[in-house]
């Protein structure tokens, strides 16, 4: 991991002990409600499915990318879970991966990690995979259409996570720095966060739908070319489900 | 579990806090922290006391301050947000080392730091005396669903496998000329991400089906549960009851 990581979870203290209570709740609610749906999609192939991607996101965090000079992020990895597997499973398997960062790697306080799991696997993930679903007509043109709509999906996932933080601070908040201070700062590292992130989600969705789009979620239901064909171009008369 | 997924914050040893039940630490380690961020900022006494009380559970558990103390400075990107808050805050200034800072900024920064600051160490102290496997144990036995232990069981299993991978695939990036730093070089990055997200769906199939084949039917078997003595019930919640002593303290004499 690189010694300046920006897109941090969340640490004890930043926001007061009820309104982290109170934000336990909603994650734990949330999770739950991932859970129930994830395995209604994949039945008795939760279990190892999720593992493994829940495996992928996080192998995933530890891809860092350039900011600012001396600045680094790492991916969230939110929307690029959800545009690949599904919003359920999506969510599900980031905030397993921040629960295990928070009790096996000290990454992200205890008490925080209602807040983490609402920003970045609830929130963040509903975001981007909403932004998503809300561009697929166009995500089923083609291929270069497809990088497009998941780039604006990863950034604004990013930059709505970075919504959440500045919500509960505003509710929360420990320290008294001024909440337009507060809101441009993450707005703005957070947005330039979401181009890195946009960058790499678009492009990773790219580097799938070529070689096996039947395992893009966003793409099931449209018409696809089997997975020998190479470099798949998505047929573009795709908009049927 | 094998030697290859210890994870780098467990210290293996036959302490009483390492024998405790792990679902007696992850409730007691949660308590405590909970704690700490309801304590008044400015209860400076208070933050000596966890400290203290973190310290004797070291020194039960036989974990050296000086390993804990390197593992701490994971929290270092924090301390940078809190040095900035008694230069951007308003309000009453106070003259430190020639600078004007803000006092109010001073405290906040001060209470980030110092909270994020025992948060880590309780943590660390949890992971330190708990292996993965007693911890998702823990888990399952506060009655988070099954399900759920059983992903994560899963993918603290195969982690290490894909981080290999990653780490293989990037290694053959770089002696091809690749360089990560810069943005415009993402590409690459970007078809190994797919390639490592295809390789992880496809193997998750491939476990499912060996799953499948040892009679997997989409829940785990029930583990042997016998109930924790009241005697370790007692001893986890001590620390606890410490820590509640020290909030409760700090609110009545601020």
């Known amino acids: 991991m690189s010694s300046s990581v920006v897109a941090m979870h969340i640490s004890d203290g930043i926001i007061n002990a009820p309104t982290s209570a109170v934000f336990g709740v909603v994650a734990a609610g949330g999770l739950a409600f991932a859970l129930a749906k ?23 965090q530890l891809i860092n990318f350039p900011i600012l000079p001396g600045v680094s992020g790492h991916l969230l990895g939110g929307a690029l879970a959800a545009i690949l597997v599904g919003p359920w499973l999506g969510s599900l398997c980031v905030g397993i991966v921040l629960i295990v960062q928070a009790l096996l790697f000290a990454d992200g306080g205890l008490t925080a990690l209602g807040l983490n799991i609402t920003n970045m696997a609830i929130i963040g993930t509903a975001v981007g995979f909403g932004v998503a679903l809300a561009l697929r007509p166009l995500a089923t043109r083609g291929r270069q259409w497809l990088i497009g709509v998941a780039f604006i999906s990863a950034f604004m996932n990013t930059v709505i996570t970075s919504l959440g933080f500045v919500l509960q601070y505003t509710i929360g908040g420990a320290a008294g720095a001024s909440l337009g201070a507060v809101l441009i700062s993450m707005i703005g590292l957070h947005a330039l966060i979401g181009i890195g ?22 793409l099931r239901g449209a018409p696809q070319h089997t997975r020998t064909a190479a470099a798949a171009q998505i047929t573009p008369q795709g908009s049927a489900s | 579990m094998g030697a290859g997924h210890a994870h780098p914050l467990h210290l293996p040893g036959t302490s009483p806090v390492h024998r405790l039940s792990p679902q007696v630490k992850v409730l007691a380690a949660f308590m405590v922290v909970f704690c700490v961020v309801a304590t008044p900022r400015a209860a400076f006494a208070t933050y000596g006391g966890y400290l203290v009380l973190l310290a004797a559970v070291w020194v039960i558990a036989a974990i050296p301050p000086g390993w804990i103390g390197r593992r701490a ?40 730091i110092i909270k994020g600051t025992l948060g880590v160490l309780t943590s660390l102290t949890l992971a330190a005396t708990t292996s993965p496997r007693d911890l998702l144990l823990g888990l399952q036995r506060l009655r988070i669903p099954a399900t759920i232990t059983t992903i994560a069981t899963l993918m603290l299993r195969y982690v290490e496998v894909i981080i290999g991978e990653a780490r293989r695939m990037r290694i053959a990036r770089v002696s091809r000329g690749h360089d990560p730093r810069l943005l415009w070089q993402a590409g690459a990055t970007a078809r190994s991400v797919g390639r490592l997200f295809l390789r992880s769906y496809e193997r998750g199939e491939r476990v499912h089906l060996a799953m499948v084949a040892r009679g997997f039917t989409g829940a785990m078997p029930a583990l042997d549960e016998r109930p924790v003595p009241r005697l370790e019930w007692t001893l986890g919640m001590l620390p606890v009851a410490v820590a509640l002593a020290l909030v409760v303290g700090a609110w009545a004499t601020a």
């Open chain 2, 73 to 112: 400075l994971i929290e270092l990107p924090f301390v940078v947000l809190a040095v900035l808050l008694p230069f951007a805050q308003g309000g009453e200034r106070v003259d430190v080392a020639g600078l004007s800072l803000s006092a109010d900024g001073l405290l906040d920064g001060w209470n980030i």
């Open chain 1, 197 to 218: 992130e946009g960058i790499i989600t678009a492009l990773t969705v790219g580097a799938v739908a070529s070689s096996r789009s039947d395992l893009v979620y966003l």
């Open chain 1, 38 to 60: 994830s395995r209604a999609q994949l039945d008795e192939r939760t279990a190892p499915m999720a593992g493994l991607v829940a495996a992928f996101v996080f192998a995933l």
